[in-house]
C-alpha cells in the first residue's frame, strides 16, 4: 500500500484517533505514602451509514466500526518524578493495519507548577483540538481540519514525524500568573525524519513547537499541558490558546523540499445560565505554509502535508435537566479547508449527544454532509471527492 493510500485508510476507517487526558482515567493503588500506580481503560465504537458508499456505488454503506481500545498507566516514584504508559488500538478495525502499540511513554519530572519537564513519546505541542485527543473533544468525530505532521504521519523514523500527534522529544511546561491563568508548553522533537537521499530532510533538522493560552476566566484544570473541549458546566470559561511548530525541510521530498511552519488560534468560551444550562463554544483557525513545490506530489515519499487555511468552529447546548441516566447536548458544527494548491472542502454537522457521566461514558447521534471525508489528506491539485451525507451512532466509555 503506498504512502497516500495508507494516510487516506487511516482517516477514513478510524477518524485518525489521536489523543490525550489519559491521567483523567484509573482506580489508583498506592504502593507507599509517595509511591502510586494508576490503571484505567476505555473505548469507542459506532455505527456509519454513508451515501453511495455500498460495494454497488449508489447505496448506503452499513459498518459497525471499533474506533479505539486504550489501557492507561499512570504512576510516580516521588512527588516529583512520575511516568505515563498508554497504549492503543491503531486503526482499530482495519485488519490490514490494525495493531497495538504504545500511544504514550512519558517520563515526568514535575518540579513546580511553573516548571516541569515531560521527555519521551509524547504529544506535540498543537492546537487545543489535538490536546483534547478524541475522549475529551465536545463531539465524538472531533478532526476535521488538517494535521501537524506527526498526526500527518503515521510512523516514526525515516519517512515518517510520529503518530497520532506524538513524536520523540521534550517538553517544557507550566502555569503562572493568577491563579495559573497563564498555561504554556514548548516542545523540540524529532519532527520529521529523513534517509540519505531520501525526503526532504537531509540536514537532520528538528522540529519546533509551542502553545501559549490565556485563561481570562475560570482556569481550566487538566492534567500536565493537556486539554479539554468542554467542562459540561464546571465554571464559565474564556480561553484564548495560540500554537506553533517549525522544521526546516518539515514537508515535500528529496526533489523538492520545503520549510513548514504552522500556526493556530483555539478559542473555548462555556458559559453556565440561570437555569444550569450549559452553552459552550469551540472555534478554531489554522495557518500551514508547507513551502513546497507542487511538482513535488508526483514524487515518490513525498510528505506532501496541507499548505492554506483551515476553520472550524462548534455551538453546544448542555439541557440542565437529566432524562432518565443521562442529559440531552444539541449541537451544530461547521469546518473548512483551503488548501492553496488544490480543491477546497467543507463539512456541516448537527447532532445529539446523551451525556451519562461527562467524558467517561457519553452516546452520540449525528448527521454529516460534506467533501471533507471524500478528499481525505489529498492535498495534491487534482484532488476530487463528492459531498457525501452519513448517519452516525456512536459511544464512548472510560474508567
Not at 30 to 46: E, F, H, L, P
Not at 273 to 297: C, P, R, S
Request: aromatic share 14%; with cysteine; glycine share 12%.
Amino acid at each position: 500500500m503506498t504512502m497516500q493510500k495508507q494516510r487516506r485508510a487511516a482517516l477514513l476507517a478510524t477518524g485518525l484517533l489521536v489523543g490525550a487526558n489519559a491521567a483523567y482515567a484509573g482506580g489508583k493503588i498506592a504502593i507507599d505514602d509517595t509511591k502510586w500506580i494508576s490503571i484505567g481503560a476505555a473505548a469507542r465504537a459506532s455505527f456509519a451509514a454513508v451515501e453511495d458508499r455500498a460495494p454497488s456505488g449508489s447505496s448506503w454503506s452499513t459498518d459497525f466500526n471499533a474506533d479505539s481500545a486504550r489501557i492507561y498507566i499512570n504512576g510516580q516514584g516521588t512527588d516529583q518524578i512520575k511516568f505515563e504508559l498508554n497504549t492503543e488500538c491503531v486503526f482499530c478495525g482495519n485488519s490490514a493495519l490494525e495493531e497495538f502499540v504504545v500511544l504514550d511513554a512519558i517520563a515526568k519530572f514535575e518540579l513546580s507548577p511553573e516548571l516541569n519537564i515531560w521527555a519521551g513519546r509524547l504529544l506535540v505541542p498543537a492546537e487545543r483540538q489535538e490536546l483534547n485527543g478524541p475522549y475529551y473533544s465536545t463531539t465524538y468525530d472531533a478532526y476535521k481540519t488538517p494535521f501537524y505532521s506527526s498526526d500527518f504521519s503515521f510512523d516514526y523514523g525515516t519517512g515518517g514525524a510520529g503518530v497520532y500527534a506524538r513524536d520523540h522529544g521534550v517538553n517544557l511546561w507550566g502555569a503562572t500568573g493568577p491563579g495559573g491563568a497563564l498555561q504554556y508548553v514548548f516542545g523540540v522533537f524529532n519532527g520529521l525524519q529523513s534517509g540519505a537521499g531520501v525526503g526532504p530532510n537531509q540536514d537532520d533538522n528538528m522540529l519546533f513547537a509551542g502553545r501559549v493560552a490565556y485563561n481570562f476566566l475560570s482556569v481550566e484544570k487538566n492534567p500536565g499541558y493537556y486539554t479539554s473541549g468542554t467542562y459540561y458546566g464546571g465554571g464559565d470559561i474564556f480561553t484564548v490558546g495560540v500554537a506553533f511548530q517549525y522544521q526546516e525541510q518539515g514537508a515535500g521530498s528529496f526533489a523538492n523540499p520545503g520549510d513548514f511552519r504552522g500556526l493556530s488560534v483555539d478559542v473555548l468560551y462555556e458559559k453556565v445560565l440561570e437555569n444550569k444550562g450549559v452553552v459552550t463554544l469551540n472555534g478554531e483557525y489554522k495557518n500551514f505554509d508547507a513551502d513546497y513545490a507542487t511538482a513535488a506530489f508526483a514524487d515518490a515519499g513525498c510528505f506532501c502535508m496541507f499548505d492554506g487555511n483551515s476553520y472550524s468552529g462548534t455551538a453546544l447546548y448542555l439541557f440542565p435537566d437529566k432524562v432518565a441516566i443521562g442529559k440531552f447536548q444539541p449541537y451544530v458544527r461547521y469546518s473548512a479547508v483551503e488548501p492553496s494548491d488544490s480543491a477546497e472542502r467543507e463539512e456541516i454537522e448537527a447532532g445529539m449527544n446523551y451525556i451519562i457521566d461527562g467524558h467517561n461514558a457519553r452516546v452520540s447521534l449525528f448527521y454529516q454532509n460534506g467533501d471533507i471525508a471524500t478528499k481525505g489528506l489529498n492535498y495534491a491539485p487534482t484532488a476530487t471527492g463528492d459531498y457525501l451525507s452519513a448517519v452516525k451512532l456512536a459511544v464512548q466509555i472510560q474508567i
